[in-house]
């Protein structure tokens, strides 16, 4: 079972790509940067078992995020959807 500390850990490792290959992504510190343009802080955080990126400004009209991960990727999916807002690789 992963932590929040693995999800920071993972984070911070690389820069990632969404899959579609329109946005890059960068974690550094407690600050999401998207396209070099965005520089936004988060905070990470589990209830009941999922964990959730909470951006302290909003993106694409959202602030809060579940996050899921595997080996390959990372999803993030708006607060209500079932369907990815970002793959990143």
Same mark, same amino acid.
């Given at each position: 079972?992963?932590?929040?500390?693995?999800?920071?850990?993972?984070?911070?490792?690389?820069?990632?790509?969404?899959?579609?290959?329109?946005?890059? /992504? &960068?974690?550094?510190?407690?600050?999401? /940067?998207?396209? &070099? &343009?965005?520089?936004?802080?988060?905070?990470?955080?589990?209830?009941?078992?999922?964990?959730?990126?909470?951006?302290?400004?909003?993106?694409?009209?959202?602030?809060?995020? &579940?996050?899921?991960?595997?080996?390959?990727?990372?999803?993030?999916?708006?607060?209500?959807?079932?369907?990815?807002?970002?793959?990143?690789?």
């Amino acid at each position: 079972m992963m932590t929040v500390s693995d999800i920071y850990t993972k984070l911070y490792s690389k820069s990632y790509y969404e899959k579609t290959g329109q946005h890059k /992504f &960068r974690f550094c510190e407690s600050n999401v /940067f998207l396209d &070099r &343009r965005a520089n936004v802080p988060f905070v990470i955080h589990m209830l009941d078992g999922v964990f959730y990126l909470q951006a302290l400004k909003q993106i694409v009209n959202d602030s809060l995020f &579940r996050l899921e991960m595997n080996e390959d990727e990372i999803m993030l999916y708006g607060e209500n959807k079932d369907t990815p807002l970002w793959i990143l690789q």
